[in-house]
Structure formats: structure tokens, C-alpha cells
């Protein structure tokens, strides 16, 4: 377990100023941790493990700098995962989450069922245009992520970085949105 | 996506940024505080006979509590935005505050005559004193909300509640320079009701905006 703390947070620590195959190690040999993480905390959702643990990767992305170097980075990995899978778990126990699946909505939209179809459009309003456009592209239209990146100039594991990112954005507006009606 | 293509993604930019949130929160608090001035001065100022009463402890202390609760709880919200801290060694430490509170109500109930504790207890100024707490906190808290998003609060309505009492330590200080009602029969309830709505606040903000 030492060797363990002490090799991650020496990668973590060389990632964090600025090298990128350390960092790369360090995510990767993580990741089957946070994935038993999600899988724990995450009951009956073995579909969407995966996601899960992308989320968590991102937040890891996101939060790096609150880790200080020196301070043990187990328990600060499974801060991070606890708190991840447990919003996951939140936000995808919760049936009414509008955004939940887009091909839902979609769905609806198509049906003509006005207020699904306006959720989503004020949803998307409150993002910046380029997500919003990447999320209808991609979850609406249904396009590549490679053909979505040819029009933005965006590589194609950019354009999925930012799809990823939106959505988790538009979950969070949505659950907001939910909380104020 | 395939997770080890998103590990590739991330892994094209691993620089954290440094400086931190402790840095961002101390500016905010500063820019947060100036604003709060710039609202008090003009509309309350200190009252006239401020650097005579202070002079005596009873009503000093009703500057002085706040303005230590200030710095106290900013720490233990900055300690609290970090992912394995949530509730912050030190967070019992708080309870001194309500205690002193209770004391000195109590030590004023004690000398004052029967008649007069009604009077002194309601005073003149609820009606301004409330609002006014809740006002001068609210650009304070603004501020270090805007730092504390940078961190990873693993509890975020506990740590808005935090950055709430922060606030609302450096809103009642500035606050209390202007009030001249000075016996705890009234300022140990109102001003502790008035933090207390701001932390409350700050506990259901911090739910909200301090998510990650």
C-alpha cells in the first residue's frame, strides 16, 4: 500500500508540473481503482459504470491543483471518487432528471411534446454556443465526433472532451432547474 | 468514448494551475469587504461616538466577537473546500462563538433591572440591524464563493455554511460600528439572528453553486 501511495503521488506530483507521460501512468493505473469505486458506490447502474468513471477522471482533471504536493493522494483520489460516484448515483437515481438520456428527449421532441423540447432548448441557451452546438450535433443529429471536429477545428477527442463536459454541465443545470420548481 | 482515449485527452494537459484557493479567497475577501464598505459608509457610517464607547468592553465586544469569527470560519471554509477535510479539525472550535454570546446575554439579563430588560432586548434598530447584516455580508460572500468554486468542497452545503458565517463575522463588525444599541440583551439575539440567516443562506447557496 506504500509503494502505491508513494508511486502515485510522486506521478501525480511530476504530472502536475507538467509531464504528461507521468501523468498519463498515474490516470491509468487509477483507473481500475476508481472504476471498483463507481462499481461500490454505484448499485445497480453496471451500464454506466464506465461513465462514471470518466466523470470521476475529469473531476481528478479539474481538481488537480487542490491536491498539495506532500499531502498523502490516496485518500485524496478517493475523496474525489467517493464524491463523484455518490452525485452520479444522485443524479442518475433520480427518474425526472430531464437531460437523463437525450435520446428521451429526442424522443419527445420528435413527438412534438413542446415542454421536453423547450427544456432542452433553455437548457442549451444556458451554455456556450459552441457546447450547445456540439451537444446538438452529436446527441441530436447524431454526427461523428470526427465530423463534428472538422467543422469546429476541434480534434475529434476534443470535441468528446467537450460533449462529455457539457452534459455533465446541462445535468447540472437541469438538477438546478429542478430544485427551483 | 474509451477511457484510455479520454486518459490520452487529459494527459495532453497536465499542468496544474498553482496559486490556489487560499490566495483567490483572501482577494476576494478584500474586494468583498471594500464593497460592503462602500455600502455602509455612505448610508450608516460609524456612529458618531464610536472610538469613545469602545472604549468600554461591553461594547467592544460586540465588534471584537465578529470580527475574530471572521478569519476563523474563512479558514475552516478554505479547509473545508478540500476534497478530505469536509468538516475541518477545529469546526468545534466555533461553538465558542454562540457560547460567549449566551454569556453575555445572560450577564446582561443579570444587571439589568426587571423594567428595563424588555426595552434594551427590542431596542430601536431590528428593522435595520437585520437587513443591514444580511446586506453587507451578501457582496463578502459573493466573493469568496467565487474562490471557494475553485476548490473540491466533498460537502458543499456545509462548506457555504462556513463561508456564510465568514461573512457574516466581517458584515456584523463593520456593522456594529454603527449600532448604538449596546447591550447584549440586544445585540447577543439580533446580531446572532443576522449571522445565522447569512450561514443559513450560505448553506443552501453553497448546496447549489459550490457543486462540482
Not at chain 1, 39 to 59: C, F, K, Y
Not at chain 2, 39 to 51: C, Q, T, W, Y
Request: aromatic share 8%; glycine share 10%; proline share 6%.
Amino acid at each position: 500500500m506504500e509503494n502505491r501511495e508513494s508511486r502515485w503521488a510522486e506521478l501525480f506530483r511530476r504530472g502536475n508540473r507538467g509531464d504528461g507521460a507521468a501523468y498519463r501512468t498515474f490516470l491509468t493505473e487509477v483507473t481500475p481503482v476508481l472504476r471498483r469505486i463507481a462499481a461500490a458506490r454505484s448499485p445497480g447502474l453496471s451500464a454506466e459504470i464506465e461513465d462514471i468513471v470518466q466523470e470521476v477522471l475529469m473531476a481528478i482533471h479539474g481538481k488537480r491543483h487542490t491536491w498539495r504536493e506532500g499531502e498523502p493522494v490516496l485518500p485524496w483520489l478517493y475523496a474525489i471518487a467517493r464524491y463523484k460516484a455518490a452525485d452520479a448515483w444522485r443524479r442518475r437515481g433520480r427518474p425526472s432528471v430531464p437531460v437523463e438520456d437525450l435520446a428521451e428527449i429526442l424522443a419527445d421532441e420528435r413527438s412534438g411534446d413542446p415542454s421536453a423540447a423547450r427544456d432542452l432548448g433553455q437548457l442549451l441557451a444556458g451554455i456556450d454556443t459552441r457546447s450547445a452546438g456540439i451537444v446538438r450535433a452529436i446527441g441530436i443529429e447524431g454526427e461523428s465526433a470526427g465530423e463534428v471536429g472538422a467543422r469546429y477545428g476541434m480534434t475529434e477527442g476534443a470535441v468528446r472532451v467537450a460533449y462529455h463536459r457539457a452534459m455533465a454541465r446541462l445535468r447540472g443545470l437541469a438538477d438546478g432547474k429542478e430544485e427551483r420548481e | 468514448m474509451k477511457t484510455e482515449d479520454l486518459i490520452s485527452q487529459l494527459a495532453g494537459e497536465p499542468v496544474a494551475a498553482q496559486g490556489g484557493v487560499e490566495r483567490r479567497a483572501v482577494t476576494g475577501l478584500g474586494i468583498g469587504f471594500l464593497i460592503a464598505l462602500a455600502l455602509f459608509l455612505p448610508v450608516l457610517g460609524p456612529r458618531p461616538d464610536f472610538l469613545e464607547v469602545v472604549q468600554r468592553p461591553i461594547v467592544a465586544v460586540k465588534t471584537i466577537l465578529p470580527l475574530l469569527l471572521g478569519p476563523v470560519a474563512l479558514l475552516l471554509a478554505l479547509r473545508s473546500a478540500r476534497p478530505t477535510t469536509p468538516a475541518p479539525a477545529g469546526i468545534g472550535a466555533l461553538w465558542l462563538w454562540p457560547a460567549m454570546a449566551l454569556a453575555l446575554f445572560l450577564y446582561a439579563f443579570a444587571t439589568t433591572a426587571p423594567g428595563a430588560r424588555a426595552v434594551a432586548f427590542l431596542g430601536h434598530s431590528i428593522p435595520i440591524c437585520l437587513p443591514a447584516i444580511v446586506v453587507l455580508a451578501a457582496p463578502i460572500l459573493i466573493a469568496v464563493f467565487r474562490a471557494l468554486k475553485d476548490g473540491a468542497p466533498t460537502r458543499p452545503a456545509l462548506c457555504g455554511a462556513l463561508a456564510g458565517l465568514a461573512a457574516a463575522g466581517f458584515a456584523t463588525a463593520l456593522y456594529s460600528t454603527f449600532c448604538n444599541e449596546d447591550s447584549p440583551l440586544f445585540y447577543a439575539v439580533w446580531y446572532s439572528l443576522g449571522i445565522g440567516i447569512v450561514t443559513a443562506a450560505g448553506a443552501v447557496a453553497g448546496g447549489r453553486y459550490l457543486r462540482w
